[in-house]
């Protein structure tokens, strides 16, 4: 359940470059990266620090997901779930029109808020119904 993750540490997706979205923009990522890959070769990032970096998802879990159109994290998201799916891994993604990094949280009664949770919820029952073993 990657939700709007940072994933790829290049910061190259279209929806990164010049994002100023409120919440969570590209200015933010570059802070975040930085921070967290503190004192890593840039040169060797590892996979499991930018999963995007990952060249085989064929022994992934199921994923869900989602994000707004304009979070910087929209466009690494998409590529990410899209090369889950094409490696045969369930996949539950969507993307909310209108919606920025975190929407949900910030407008729990808003219409695209409840649409997200919803979906979250609705994936959830799915994964336990899906990929759960029976508990005694």
Same mark, same amino acid.
């Given at each position: 359940m990657p939700l709007y993750a940072m994933l790829d540490s290049t910061l190259n997706t279209e929806s990164m470059k010049d994002n100023n979205a409120p919440v969570w923009n590209e200015k933010l990522s570059v802070l975040a990266?930085?921070?967290y890959?503190? +004192?890593?070769d840039k040169n060797h990032i590892s996979k499991y620090a930018s /999963?995007?970096? &990952?060249? $085989?998802?064929?022994?992934? /879990?199921p994923a869900f997901n989602f994000t707004g159109e304009f979070d910087p994290f929209k466009d690494e998201n998409l590529a990410y779930m899209k090369r889950l799916k094409s490696a045969g891994i /369930?996949?539950?993604?969507?993307?909310?029109? +209108? +919606?920025?990094? +975190?929407? &949900?949280?910030f407008t729990t009664k808003g219409e695209i808020a409840k649409q997200a949770i919803k979906f979250t919820f609705d994936s959830f029952a799915y994964?336990? $119904?899906?990929?759960?073993n029976p508990q005694n």
């Open positions: 990266w930085n921070l890959l503190k +004192g890593s /999963p995007a970096l &990952e060249k $085989d998802c064929s022994s992934l /879990p /369930p996949v539950r993604f969507k993307i909310f029109k +209108g +919606g920025c990094h +975190g929407f &949900e949280m994964g336990i $119904d899906n990929y759960f």
